[in-house]
């Protein structure tokens, strides 16, 4: 009797320890993150859009080219699920047979990357059109996949004048002289910003918005000059550069461009 008794207790012993062992697996997350919505180019700085009740900007545009260096900036909307690990950048050119290429890995908890561009083989950091994607996994290693979005860097504007730290008496002197080496291109944008400190992230400064002109008669290595025609600034600092756009793709979209260096210059 004491015998069954012990092997009855080792029996209900082994019988919980399987349940408890089962219990644990199907207990186990298998429920992928909700998919990531990548943002395309949504327009540009001096565009009179409207996003989620701003006008458009340098941070909030989407996909979009950084004035220094060979770079995009890659934005997507904030990820809701709660058990998130790691965010993986994926970056392939456009070709029949793509081969995409993991750039990084990010915190979880980040709404965009900046991906520096490098010329590799025959795939240079302009005149590329690049596509994108991110997986996102989960603390489990569940993951989800974004949808792709794409564009092409062309070649930057090159600034004349003024050159960078010039001062002025008054803007009423001030004129913008500048080179695009660029071919079938939509628009070349002249954009005056100012500093504003609700725009910095990170290591990005984004500006504020001052003015800007649009010089559409475009040829092939083409030198501009235009005037500056709004209305008096005031005394202070300022920056300008030059945005590019490309053409139209097929799509009816424009997912090509450059932002040329930002240069500063002063009003007294």
Known sequence: MKKLSIFMYSLFFSLFIISCSSSDKTSIDKLPPNKPLLIPHLGDMGDNLLIDGYLINDSNNGLSPLPDGDRLRLQWSRLIDNDLSVIRIYRYPESLNPNPVKVDSIRWDNEEYIDRLEN?????????????????????????????????????????????GDTLISSSQLSFNWVSYNTNISRLRVLILKTNDQFSDGDLNYKEYVWHFDESNITENSEFNINYTGEPLPAGTYYWRVDAQGAMDENLNYNSGSKSEERKFIIQ
């Open 120 to 164: 590799t083989g025959t795939n240079p950091a302009t005149q590329t059109n690049w596509h994108y994607f991110i997986e996102v996994v989960d603390m489990t290693g569940n993951s989800t996949v974004s949808d792709t979005v794409n564009f092409t860097l062309i070649n930057k504007p090159l600034l004349l004048s003024p050159e960078p």
